[in-house]
């Protein structure tokens, strides 16, 4: 039996490449405090002679490494991450070379809902979290209102119960 699968064409904000690159620059500007501090620390405490040339060594990694983060990586995953939401099934696709390609029967859905948090919340995105028996995915970066009407979608698909309205 063969059953066709349509390609996810769907993509995720645009706005997740700017905020990608915010909370990167602020993870990689901790990093490198904290490696100026120990420099600092070696100088100060005259610490081993080997010290100082390693942090040396990773702060220049770290810096190779922000600029992927910053500048390539947030416009790379955002252009190459798609999903489609059918009646049937739940698809996620991303990556350019190491492409992951999961198809979530609906049947198999457990939960749904949306998170956010505060650099999220700054550019008014959603991440949506699909529950299965065995496992959880998400979609990063949905707009606000898409991420609501996406949940209500994949809920009544999968006739999953909200438990919110329950409780009132």
């Known amino acids: 039996m063969y059953i066709h699968i349509e390609e996810p064409t769907e993509k995720i904000s645009k706005d997740a490449v700017q905020m990608w690159r915010l909370t990167n620059t602020i993870g990689h ?3 490198l405090i904290i490696i100026a501090v120990l420099l600092y620390c070696t100088d100060y405490f005259h610490w081993y002679g080997w010290v100082s040339p390693v942090l ?5 990694l770290l810096i190779l490494s922000a600029l992927y983060s910053i500048l390539l990586e947030p416009v790379f995953v955002q252009r190459h991450w798609r999903y489609r939401i059918d009646e049937e099934f739940i ?3 991303n990556g350019k070379w190491n492409t992951k390609h999961v198809v979530i029967p609906m ?3 457990e939960y749904v809902r949306t998170e956010q948090g505060p650099f ?3 550019y008014g995105l959603y991440d949506l979290e699909v529950g299965t028996t ?3 995915h998400t ?3 949905i707009p606000q209102a898409e991420a609501e009407r996406l949940k209500a979608v994949i809920a ?3 006739k999953v119960r909200d438990e919110e309205e329950e409780a009132i």
């Open 29 to 31: 500007a901790i990093a």
């Open 56 to 60: 040396y060594s990773l702060g220049g």
């Open 91 to 93: 698809q996620l696709k």
């Open 107 to 109: 049947e198999k859905v």
């Open 120 to 122: 999220l919340r700054k």
């Open 134 to 136: 065995t496992s959880n």
């Open 139 to 141: 979609i990063p970066a």
């Open 156 to 158: 009544t698909y999968a």
